[in-house]
């Protein structure tokens, strides 16, 4: 976490501060000899790293210990909460964006989701309208912005400024992330599932070992992959890794070679399931119509009885789970990963009755074995991954300002 200065005397000077700056961040408040104990420093040196980071406005005294005896009291001290701004801004295929804010301690200060016509909408106008209403609704201005992280449903090639593999009107344009980019001071552009795979790792069930890596399929209306290679994301040459969707299922030369998201994407879904006479408009309503049917709750609800409509969603439920191993085997036989975590709408529906059937699917292909879970987060995966990694680079930037000769 800490940044790399030069100078002997300043270096060590802001790696203490880093150091006691990362403490407060990462224990909460904290007094003088707390602190000493921690970075192992002085009593001089502790309180003169305090006093330099208390002047920049990244540290405060929030209050005293509570005294039970004669003795004096100390002080408490912290993170400057306003030190730093981090936003995140998601924008989704459903003519939808999604926008959250934090503070340098992580506290949300404002969420909004704000309806789009892309089609009618200049999308860097969209994404900036986005970002002015957020600060409005926290209270800030966009300069106080420190970062902001945009998830976007494609992939972002930052050579030539383009955006591929994505289905939303008007994003194809050129420079168009560019003119974002520039409206703040730092910015930073992700695939969405990407960013889901942070708030899997920060909150999820990757959350228990941080030093290993994971895959997670993405299951929703659209589908994606993101590879977690034990905390780093591999993205590829061109941002595209991942881009399972596009994978062929079929074999060349026949009359007509489908892709893994015509099978497992929300229509191909939706479709397979009215085969089993669950019968919705999108596909994890879908799935979680046969997961009730599975269940005690909700299949006398379904024609034909309980009984018949559990056997009819245990058979969609088997045949999806079919589909989706057919693309998992690859990712299992090519990355041997630690985990597999199902995440996204479909995956959520499904939860375990879907895992396990995926789970059985991929045993029956061959000699293929990997864990498997559901994701972790329940809120929204795109956004909190966004956030945190846009709090992470703010931090970062923090960091980099206490080996600045400015600081």
Same mark, same amino acid.
């Given at each position: 976490?800490?940044?790399?200065?030069?100078?002997?005397?300043?270096?060590?000077?802001?790696?203490?501060? %880093?150091?006691?700056?990362?403490?407060?961040?990462?224990?909460? =408040?904290?007094?003088?000899?707390?602190?000493?104990?921690?970075?192992?420093?002085?009593?001089?040196?502790?309180?003169?790293?305090?006093? &330099?980071? !208390?002047?920049?406005?990244? *540290?405060?005294?929030?209050?005293?210990?509570?005294?039970?005896?004669?003795?004096?009291?100390?002080?408490? /001290?912290?993170?400057? =909460?306003?030190?730093? /701004?981090?936003?995140?801004?998601?924008?989704?295929?459903? %003519?939808?964006?999604?926008?959250?804010?934090?503070?340098?301690?992580?506290?949300?200060?404002?969420?909004?989701? +704000?309806? +789009?016509?892309?089609?009618?909408?200049?999308?860097?106008?969209?994404?900036?309208?986005?970002?002015?209403?957020?600060? &409005?609704? #926290?209270?800030?201005?966009?300069?106080?912005?420190?970062?902001? !992280?945009?998830?976007?449903?494609?992939?972002?090639?930052?050579?030539?400024?383009?955006?591929?593999?994505?289905?939303?009107?008007?994003?194809? &344009?050129?420079?168009?992330?560019?003119?974002?980019?520039?409206?703040?001071?730092?910015?930073?552009?992700?695939?969405?599932?990407?960013?889901?795979?942070?708030?899997?790792?920060?909150?999820?069930?990757?959350?228990?070992?941080?030093?290993?890596?994971?895959?997670?399929?993405?299951?929703?209306?659209?589908?994606?992959?993101?590879?977690?290679?034990?905390?780093?994301?591999?993205?590829?040459?061109?941002?595209?890794?991942?881009?399972?969707? /596009?994978?062929?299922?079929?074999?060349?030369?026949?009359?007509?070679? =489908?892709?893994?998201?015509?099978?497992?994407?929300?229509?191909?879904?939706? *479709?397979?399931?009215?085969? /089993?006479?669950?019968?919705?408009?999108?596909?994890?309503?879908?799935?979680?119509?046969?997961?009730? #049917? +599975?269940?005690?709750?909700?299949?006398?609800?379904?024609?034909?009885?309980? !009984?018949?409509?559990?056997?009819?969603?245990?058979?969609?439920?088997?045949?999806?789970?079919?589909?989706?191993?057919?693309?998992?085997?690859?990712?299992?036989?090519?990355?041997?990963?630690?985990?597999?975590?199902?995440?996204?709408?479909?995956? !959520?529906?499904?939860?375990?009755?879907?895992?396990?059937?995926?789970?059985?699917?991929?045993?029956?292909?061959?000699?293929?074995?990997?864990?498997? *879970?559901?994701?972790?987060?329940?809120?929204?995966?795109?956004?909190?991954?966004?956030?945190?990694?846009?709090? %992470?680079? *703010?931090?970062?930037?923090?960091?980099?300002?206490?080996?600045?000769?400015?600081?």
């Amino acid at each position: 976490m800490m940044a790399r200065v030069s100078g002997s005397s300043r270096l060590l000077g802001a790696i203490n501060e %880093s150091a006691a700056l990362a403490h407060l961040l990462e224990s909460g =408040p904290l007094t003088r000899a707390d602190l000493r104990a921690l970075i192992g420093l002085s009593k001089p040196s502790t309180s003169e790293v305090l006093r &330099r980071l !208390q002047d920049a406005g990244l *540290a405060l005294t929030v209050g005293r210990t509570q005294g039970g005896g004669p003795g004096p009291t100390a002080e408490i /001290y912290a993170a400057n =909460p306003e030190a730093a /701004y981090a936003a995140a801004v998601s924008v989704r295929k459903a %003519s939808t964006i999604a926008a959250a804010v934090c503070d340098l301690s992580g506290a949300l200060r404002a969420r909004i989701e +704000v309806e +789009v016509d892309f089609a009618g909408t200049d999308a860097a106008r969209a994404v900036t309208g986005a970002v002015e209403e957020l600060c &409005r609704r #926290a209270g800030l201005r966009v300069d106080q912005l420190d970062h902001v !992280q945009l998830a976007i449903p494609g992939s972002y090639d930052e050579r030539t400024d383009m955006v591929r593999h994505i289905h939303v009107p008007g994003w194809e &344009r050129p420079g168009l992330l560019g003119e974002v980019r520039r409206a703040y001071r730092a910015a930073h552009v992700d695939n969405d599932v990407n960013l889901a795979a942070v708030a899997e790792r920060h909150r999820g069930v990757a959350a228990a070992d941080p030093s290993a890596g994971f895959a997670m399929l993405w299951l929703g209306e659209g589908v994606g992959l993101a590879i977690d290679l034990g905390g780093t994301l591999l993205r590829g040459a061109r941002q595209g890794a991942g881009e399972i969707g /596009y994978m062929p299922v079929g074999l060349p030369g026949a009359e007509r070679r =489908p892709d893994y998201e015509e099978l497992v994407g929300g229509p191909a879904v939706v *479709a397979l399931a009215a085969e /089993y006479g669950f019968v919705a408009e999108t596909a994890h309503d879908a799935v979680a119509l046969a997961v009730a #049917a +599975v269940g005690t709750a909700g299949g006398a609800a379904l024609a034909g009885g309980p !009984q018949e409509a559990a056997g009819r969603g245990r058979a969609f439920l088997g045949v999806l789970a079919a589909r989706i191993a057919v693309g998992l085997a690859a990712v299992v036989a090519v990355l041997d990963p630690p985990l597999v975590v199902l995440a996204g709408e479909v995956a !959520q529906a499904g939860a375990d009755p879907l895992r396990a059937a995926v789970e059985a699917s991929l045993g029956e292909i061959g000699e293929l074995r990997t864990p498997i *879970a559901v994701t972790g987060v329940e809120d929204d995966a795109v956004l909190f991954g966004a956030l945190e990694a846009s709090l %992470s680079a *703010a931090r970062e930037a923090l960091f980099a300002r206490l080996g600045s000769p400015a600081f």
